[in-house]
């Protein structure tokens, strides 16, 4: 079955920087839809930023576009999160999701089409 282990978080001061990894295994499929959610104590889960394995461009929250990059080591079946000029606002549990559904696309950003899910890394602005 399909496991998504996330690192990497942790504490930083506004204006550092963090790197997410996710590691996936249990996939069948050469390519299939990533991304990274986040949610914050009161808040609803969002997209940050999603990606189609096989290729494509990268979809970002407006809250982080120009600060933050997804990428992927595709042989490796990692999946990453550059974070720079973290802001408190980004203070939140980091997610990384993943589903191979054709109905799961990434330019939705859509936390609820996406069925795989790791255990969450905090990331925390001061």
């Known amino acids: 079955h399909v496991q998504l282990v996330e690192s990497g978080g942790g504490s930083v001061q506004a204006g550092g920087s963090l790197r997410l990894s996710c590691t996936a295994s249990g996939y069948t499929e050469t390519a299939y839809s990533m991304g990274w959610f986040r949610q914050a104590p009161g808040k609803d889960r969002e997209g940050v930023a999603t990606m189609y394995t096989g290729g494509g461009r990268q979809y970002y929250a407006d809250s982080v576009k120009g600060r933050f990059n997804i990428s992927q080591d595709n042989a490796k079946k990692m999946l990453y999160l550059q974070m720079n000029r973290l802001k408190p606002e980004d203070t939140a549990m980091y997610y990384c999701?993943?589903?191979?559904?054709?109905?799961?696309?990434?330019?939705?950003?859509?936390?609820?089409?996406?069925?795989?899910w790791g255990q969450g890394t905090q990331v925390t602005v001061s």
């Open positions: 999701a993943a589903d191979s559904d054709p109905f799961c696309h990434p330019r939705n950003m859509d936390w609820a089409s996406f069925g795989y």
